[in-house]
């Protein structure tokens, strides 16, 4: 796959269909047989895979908040939510009426808004239940689309992980560089101690980062390839390893590794190869990770 976006997508707006299968695919088994492993023969839950009933587009661009008060009108009040708020769209001709699921949640049904692109820039997803009342998309109605290899390459720009890729069981959210995605106030929770030691006694052994692999050798690099220090010995241990790649139309690649923090790779402008032909790449830092939080004994 090749592709040569723009790390800003749009001056106006423009919509990216999000591949919930390729999301999803992954893990949903997962995560189904890990909470039926944990309920209680007596919990009067119910567990079902609904994610093929929706559709997600994230919205990118300075016009965005512009086009989506437009399409909420007089109903919608004008407002957008803060980062993390689903707050449902209320009905226009193009943007269904958000109304109430089987336990009254509004995004059940309809379309909701979820503060935030989930692609590292400025925007929000609009989550839609399968058909859409009105046949519509949601609020994407007008806005160009962008194809599926420059959302793969945007979201390898940007560092936001994938299941499959960064998400698996050998990382957790943490090594992610998702601080922000984890509570550290909520009530007990599974791996919430583990977390919790990591954080206050500096344990994160591994970082996300990206890679900038130079032409032509980057079209060579794959997930699983090992990341040395340029300068690095034969037989010295790997500083990490590639996760995704994206190939660039005019040579190299954009690629996301996890890093050894401790080393020197894990810093921005890092010379680096990867591989067994030893590609040529530059460590770069990701906009979609969020900083760690001060340990508990600094607070």
């Known amino acids: 796959m090749t592709t040569s976006p ?6 106006s707006a423009v919509a990216a269909p999000i591949d919930g299968d390729a999301l999803l695919a992954r893990v949903v088994h997962a995560l189904m047989a890990r909470f039926d492993k944990y309920l209680f023969p007596g919990d009067d839950v119910e567990l079902a895979d609904v994610s093929a009933a929706y559709t997600l587009t994230a919205l990118l661009g300075d016009g965005v ?15 957008l939510p803060d980062e993390g708020a689903w707050v449902p769209l209320t009905g226009t001709d193009t943007v269904p009426a958000a109304a109430a699921g089987a336990a009254g949640e509004p995004w059940l049904a309809g379309t909701a808004l979820l503060a935030g692109s989930g692609l590292g820039l400025p925007g929000f997803r609009l989550l839609t239940r399968l058909p859409a009342t009105d046949g519509g998309d949601g609020g994407a109605a007008g806005l160009p689309v962008l194809a599926a290899a420059e959302v793969a390459a945007l979201r390898v720009w940007a560092g936001v992980p994938a299941a499959g890729a960064e998400i698996t069981d050998d990382a957790n959210p943490l090594d ?14 599974l791996g919430q101690e583990t977390i919790a030691r990591l954080r206050t006694y500096n344990g994160v052994r591994l970082a996300l980062y990206g890679l900038n692999v130079a032409a032509p050798a980057g079209g060579g690099v794959a997930p699983g390839d090992a990341v040395r220090l340029a300068d690095a010995a034969d037989g010295d ?43 040529a790449a530059v460590v770069r830092d990701i906009v979609h990770a969020s900083p760690p939080p001060l340990p508990p004994s600094k607070l």
């Open 6 to 11: 723009s790390p800003s997508p749009s001056p």
């Open 65 to 79: 908040a512009e086009h989506l008060a437009a399409v909420r009108g007089g109903g919608g009040g004008g407002s």
């Open 176 to 189: 992610a560089r998702l601080w922000a995605a984890v509570s550290w106030d909520k009530g007990c929770y």
């Open 237 to 279: 241990k790997p500083a990490g390893v590639v996760t995704s790649v994206v190939g660039l139309a005019k040579g190299g690649a954009w690629a996301l590794a996890y890093l050894r923090v401790k080393g020197g790779a894990a810093t921005p402008g890092v010379a680096v190869v990867v591989g067994e032909e030893r590609a």
